[in-house]
């Protein structure tokens, strides 16, 4: 399949090489060219440029301002339907499926940068029936499992949302209860032993790990990006006129890191609220 990316950040370059290696040809587009450059993939100067030919458009891009750009600005994404795997708005998910000529679907993925290399990523689509049944093999290029949220491309952006919301809350966990542990003298590295087998979550695994040896650069996504994803399900728990008081406890805690020049780290440094 003729694939055009647009987006080739760290998750999009794997993603692309993946696409690649599963013996899809690709036509990337990035602001930054350099880094669609190296990945196998021809390398456009415009969106619309690497549209031309392609049977369908995928991207990966940071946030709802980068994806109006990138589709209704100047040189946009034209003639050809659009899988959109950013994590962006509920509101932003709609406005793309009422304006995609070609048909639109939401697909946004659940994994770091190293799972996505590894072409382990959870895949969650939304959108017509016909369109996830034809580009099923473009996810499974991507990812190790896909999930049908439902046939309006918005609700694979709500399930995208509310799972960053847990994997915050997860962070925020392992951070209170490790600034207890090393007050009581327990390794943190013993308790996440203990809580792994517990819970058998690589995702609990992974978050503590990089919380316990304080790892947070450089970021597989940063706590701004992080801070995005709760106030946009909070967006969309009042358009659902449905309460989520943690979700704003964390919003808070984010704001208050960022404020503390943590923007660029992982959002897993949220962790060291109150910790010395």
Sequence with gaps: ?????????????????????????????????????????????????ACRGAEVAMSMLPDDHA???????????SGVPHISCSTISTAMARRLATNAPGGC??????????AAEARKL?????????LITRYQPLFDAIGRQTFIAGEEPWQANAVKLCGNFMIASMIESFGEAYSTLERAK??????????SALF????????GRIIADRKFEPAGFALKLGLKDVRLVLETALE???AMPFASV???RLVDAAGHGQGEKDWSSVAMWGRP
């Design 240 to 242: 659902c006129m449905s």
């Design 67 to 77: 994806v109006a750009e990138v589709v209704f600005g100047k040189d946009a994404l």
């Design 105 to 114: 679907l939401s697909a946004p993925v659940f994994g770091r940068p190293e």
């Design 186 to 195: 327990v390794d943190p590295h013993l308790f996440l032993e203990v809580m």
């Design 122 to 130: 959870l895949v969650v689509a939304a959108g017509p029936v016909d």
């Design 250 to 252: 964390m919003r808070d």
């Design 200 to 207: 058998g979550s690589p995702v609990y695994a992974n978050y």
């Design 1 to 49: 399949m003729h694939v055009a990316f647009i987006g080739t950040g760290r998750m999009g370059a794997a993603m692309v090489r993946n696409l690649v290696a599963a013996g899809h040809k690709v036509t990337a587009y990035n602001r930054t060219r350099e880094k669609a450059e190296g990945l196998g993939a021809a390398v456009a100067n415009t969106p619309a440029e």
